[in-house]
């Protein structure tokens, strides 16, 4: 049995309890000065993992004290032997040599108290070090090798468990885990690792690593356990722990301090006595997953046995948390599967597709970079994609240098992207956070593939698939799917990859080429994606986006990147690589301009390429101001229009004008507010993404500070006072802060206590400043659920506080259905800014009333609860069934006049029939260039007929003369059955089947026998024909191919 199976053994019966702290005890012993002598005589006090060589019968004295209070796992004192710690004491070479003693030591302890019912293990320290590799004081590789070197001690010395304790920095934790991972490797070993951060007083780890983040990036490793130490005491820390025991799937330890340091005489002092630690700690037992408790600073043996004899019956609740698929910054958790769709990758830190940034590479100004990824971060990037490789450069070196700096700067989560192995293994080394790693494919076999793979296992990090296999890009659905099922089972199989972890780009060909192959390429790459999402609903999906325009105009292109974008959310796309300013809300596009982009992405005919190529020959992208249409726009349309464009710019100027004959109040609380609320109707439809929300909320918030001198100010008496904050993990506050303004102008005190406000800030806040109401607030579909658990919360403090509640993602029926019946007090929904007034009057009017009648009751019915709920339904393209479709009428089968394929060489051929075969409006037109573009008609079709044709004539009979290519056509007949959208094709013996009296068998039975399968996409309009449906499914039929 491995001992983490004997672990798992024990959680089944009881708590296993952790010993206390190590480094108080050593300040409580007499130590002579000679124990802190080196190999060279001069002392290096402080250096407390220099003892286990200098006086190891002082550091048995520590151990054997804890094995004697009954802790199950007594740690050795190694929490700084790793060579960058003991280099500061010129003794970096002495690594091993001290773990393997500290080990060696504790063992000796564990065998002496170890029983039957009471096995104790070595639990092998592991600390953070003195350097933080995410703030480039240490790199990886370094810290790799110094850990592994320490986990090599460890095993040798008998470690049972290696503890990774401290943990200030998630890019520390990961070169410890592969440290001690290839120290097991090297020694045939299983010791299994447990981590525990330090959550400081913050809320975060030292790095700023918030404990929702932790779990993130931690998800993917193998791991005993996961939780916290040191930083606070008991009290402190409860409250990460719920956080942690909602979220982690595994084992959860707790070992705090024995409570919060305080400086007494100028030493430091611990104030919590064993009983007060224990019955702190007892407490932790009520959440899910807690299995280990210890402690840590100022905790000694008679903590640890007052603790092991509370928790000695008590069996730990089993692990029941989970985490969305998600992907981390150092800072913050991203959830993979956004609501509303999709997971937006700007693509413009990439030295291929930017310019500006390719510039910034080639100088090696690596902070100027910063620049580029700053204003995608502004501009509503969920995530970067990051490319540094370009022809002549060093790109490992580039990406170190730019990946150092993302990780330390960047708030989103980051996607290296590279061809080059070693590369991406450069990329990961200089990550905290959990990356996408941008791609693996199969082109060059299955070698390369695996080594990504094993990268990606390795780091915890998603990867992204593309669809190219040894023949190069799949182009159709079917061929798509097979390389994604092929690479989807190599990386769960062998890999032992989570799918949630996977991410399929189907890939897309260009419809803007005319060439005849790739006219249905927005079919095919939507119907990929449709079919993968069924299959396999946990994988992620992802594009290229912008491939499905190359060749066209670039306005033209942003017009079709962004029909199609909607067509691919529909199918079940869930992220996309893109530069968001680029893409045009569906919304702001007309009628036509839409339907003739979807025109060319469903293949509707042969001339949609020429139509849309027409259409779009002068058609801008609409700028809100510059249009005459805009100009003959009323005041307050102009207002609204600007507000739902995001136009901050030409705001400002507009109002200023306009509040001369509009009131203020009139734009701000009518003309504003009304104008915001059709921004979220679209948002919610799906038909207007985040960026664009966000760019509306805050010109409206610049609009209102504009105003604000001229509003009308209510003066009160008394102050109705309101804390508002946003919710936990929630960091937009446009929304909030226009509340803060517009309850201000109305005379209410607001204390705005800022973004991802824990419960205790709002209470906090709401008992200093004497308030009468709290605001939360929050846009992401996850902070609905943590205004629920704050709502849980505070029921179970009995409190009834009036609770105001809003936000994008919050509905009525999840206030009444999940809000409301958990809380007491009253609890009021407000859609907007303007429901709050609405709302604080009313608060105001009841705090009055209950003065003379105690009883009185608060209305909390606002405008948004008397709307009528509807379920939203998800759009959805609805076939109906084979049996219901209309299918085209019956013709007689024709009689081929061979079997099989025939191959016509040049001594076979007309040349000059060959060019029949060539499209001249598209050689012409597209490659040649010779478009209409502001020419009339006659001047055009005169360009043409005494121009372009001629030439074409000219260059076709050279090519004749010369005898520049050898034409041979390949053609022939097969037979073929149908079935639904499925068309089968045989072996040309079979074509004797084709007689009406030939044999009727079962068509089960005759599919067995076909050689090729084509499926072929319905029409999503009327009236649903597939190409399948032209061809015979109870005998067979004849099909003609070239």
Known sequence: MTTKEKIQQILEQRIVVIDGATGTQIQNLEIPQEAWLDENGKSQEGCNELLNATAPELMQKVHNAYGKAGADLI?????????????????????????????????????????????????????????????????????????????????????????????????????????????????????????????????????????????????????????????????QVKKHLKTLSELCSIPISVHANAGLPQNRGGYTYYPMGPDEFTQKQLSFTEFDGVSFLGGCCGTTPQHIHALQKAVANIKPKKPTGSISPSIASLFNTTEMFQKPAPLLIGERSNATGSKAFRNLILDSDYEGTLTVAQEQVRSGAHCLDVNVEFAGRDGAKDMRAVMELYNQKVPLPLMPDATRVNTIEEALKSIGGKPIINSTNLEDGEEKFHAICSLAKKFGAALVCLTIDEKGMAKTKDEKLAVAERMYKMATEIHGIDPSNLIFDVLTFTVGSGDVEYRDAAIQTMEAIRELRERHPEVGTTLGLSNISFGLKANARRFLNSVFLHHCIEAGLTSVIINVKHIIPINKMSEEDRKICEELLFNADDETLFKFIDHFLDVKVEEAGDDEAYKALPTEEKIAKLLMDGDKERMIPLVEEARHEIHPDKIVNEILIDAMKVVGELFGAGEMQLPFVLQSAETMKATVDYLNPYLTKQEKETETTLVIGTVKGDVHDVGKNLVDIILTNNGYKVINVGIKTELETYLEAFKEHSANAIGMSGLLVKSTAVMKENLETMAEMGLDIPVLVGGAALTRGFVDDFCRPIYKGPILYCRDAFDGVIAMSRIEKWLEEKQNNPDAILDTKLAGDLVKRVEKVEKKVVIPPFAEIKMPSPVPIPTPPFWGRRVLQKEDLDINMVFDWVNKKMVTKMHWGYKRGKMDKEEYQKLLKEKVYPEYERIKQEIIEKELFEPTIIYGYYPCRSNDQELYLFPEIEGWNIDENASREPFDEVKKRHTVKFTCPRQHRKPHIALSDFFKHDRHDVIALT
């Open 75 to 235: 740690k050795t004192n190694t929490f700084g032997a790793m060579p960058w710690v003991l280099d500061e004491y010129g003794m970096g070479h002495r690594c091993y040599e001290l773990s393997k003693k500290g080990a060696q030591l504790v063992k000796e302890v564990c065998d002496r108290y170890s029983t039957e019912d009471k096995p104790r293990f070595v639990l092998g320290s592991i600390g953070p070090g003195t350097k933080l590799p995410s703030l480039g004081h240490i790199h990886y590789d370094e810290m790799f090798a110094g850990y592994k070197e320490t986990a090599l001690g460890l095993i040798d010395g008998g470690c049972d468990i290696f503890l990774l304790e401290t943990c200030q920095d998630p890019l520390q934790i990961k070169a410890a885990l592969h440290g001690c991972e290839a120290a097991n490797t090297e020694r045939g070993t299983q010791v299994p690792i447990m981590v525990s951060v330090t959550i400081e007083l913050s809320g975060t780890m030292l790095i700023g690593t918030d404990a929702e983040t932790i779990v993130t990036i931690l998800e993917p490793f193998d791991i005993l356990s996961l939780g916290f130490n040191c930083g606070t005491g008991p009290d």
